[in-house]
């Protein structure tokens, strides 16, 4: 690809197919690092989680962003504070419901891009 291309999608994929696509390659970059991966696309009648992962005693509530570019600003601006705030909320539930106990709660984002580079952002929120 020459300097400054954009990405393409694949073609037939839709937006949602692409975003289970980069929540896949988070997923995988977590269980990499030692994670594992609890719950995906975790949902109650507030909202709904991308990855709830584990380690140890340490549960992390993931939002993942896919963008094909930067073109229009970077996946990790995507998650603004009224999205914080909604993973908070949900977040909580899914913690009311766990059958375990968790010493130290983290909000993650974690971004992908049209190569399928994955970038963690621990504990931005």
């Given at each position: 690809m020459s300097s400054g291309a954009i990405p393409a999608r694949p073609p037939g994929w839709s937006n949602k197919d692409f975003g289970r696509w980069g929540e896949n390659l988070a997923a995988e970059r977590y269980a990499s690092l030692g994670f594992k991966v609890l719950e995906r696309n975790w949902r109650c009648?507030?909202?709904e989680i991308d990855?709830?992962?584990?380690r140890r005693s340490t549960v992390v509530f993931v939002e993942v962003k896919?963008?094909?570019s930067n073109q229009y600003g970077s996946a990790a601006e995507a998650?603004?504070?009224?999205k914080q705030q909604k993973v908070r909320s949900v977040?909580?539930?899914w913690l009311?419901?766990?059958a375990s106990a968790f010493g130290e709660l983290r909000f993650d984002v974690a971004t992908v891009d049209g190569t399928g580079e994955v970038t963690v952002y621990e504990s931005c929120f």
């Open positions: 009648r507030d909202g990855l709830i992962v584990a896919t963008r094909i998650v603004g504070w009224q977040a909580l539930q009311a419901e766990a």
